[in-house]
């Protein structure tokens, strides 16, 4: 099957750590997008990748990381950096041009 | 800057009804417009989607209404079920060129459907 695969669903972290969220497509998408879901704000974008080995800088990147060494695969690392990262964190990919943009599941992040 | 202002925040509709959730934007280089929809912890999927040269599409009980001169677009949901409440989200995005590959999302609308 097709799709987008975030791992895990849930993840629990000590507050100072740096975690790494998983995001992998098998739909051959060249663009890939982190959004972040918090109650009441909408999706709002951290960063998105074109293309392997470029990516750029969204609305809230500031605390986050990300890498895109592999067309399938775009990670991000929350940082200790970010002030407040509990949140459902969305990872998307596109086909160029106007299309449709597949979702993940979400990983829910809880940081105590 | 919030590029997509959508409204209501929350819609609560009876079985059979219409439910009507608003977008409005800014940025005129926009011309793709979808609407997701997502349940409570999963991620959106897309429901319907429209592009400026058209003024409106429908899909089963659902259908975009979009106003370009009013910088509008509108979802509509005919016999509203209460397998229909979700959060409904607008997004836009621009086709070609810097920021093509930008989706713009509004804040969501939380409906309720109740028998």
């Known amino acids: 099957d097709g799709g987008i695969t975030q791992s895990p669903k849930y993840l629990f972290r000590k507050e100072g750590q740096n975690v790494t969220l998983s995001c992998e497509q098998n739909?051959?998408?060249?663009?890939m997008y982190w959004y972040r879901q918090d109650p009441g704000q909408g999706l709002r974008l951290i960063y998105y990748s074109q293309i392997v080995n470029d990516f750029q800088k969204g609305d809230i990147a500031e605390g986050y990381s990300v890498s895109r060494e592999k067309k399938e695969s775009f990670p991000l690392t929350v940082t200790s950096a970010q002030k407040n990262p509990t949140a459902f964190y969305l990872c998307?990919?596109?086909?160029?041009?106007?299309?449709?943009?597949?979702f993940g599941q979400g990983t829910r992040l809880t940081v105590v | 800057q919030q590029q997509v202002k959508q409204s209501p925040q929350s819609l609560i509709v009876q079985k059979g009804g219409i439910s009507i959730i608003n977008c409005a934007y800014e940025?005129?280089?926009?011309?793709?417009f979808p609407w997701y929809q997502q349940f409570p912890g999963k991620g959106p999927a897309l429901l319907i989607a429209?592009?400026?040269?058209?003024s409106e599409k429908k899909e089963g009980r659902f259908t975009i209404s979009f106003n370009k001169s009013a910088k509008q677009f509108s979802l509509h949901i005919m016999d509203s079920q209460p397998g229909d409440s979700a959060t409904y989200f607008c997004a836009a995005s621009v086709g070609s060129g810097a920021g093509s590959y930008q989706l713009t999302f509004g804040k969501g609308t939380k409906l309720s459907v109740i028998p």
């Open positions: 998307a990919s596109r086909r160029t041009g106007l299309t449709e943009a597949f």
């Open positions: 940025n005129t280089a926009f011309d793709y």
């Open positions: 739909l051959n998408h060249d663009a």
């Open positions: 429209i592009r400026p040269d058209v």
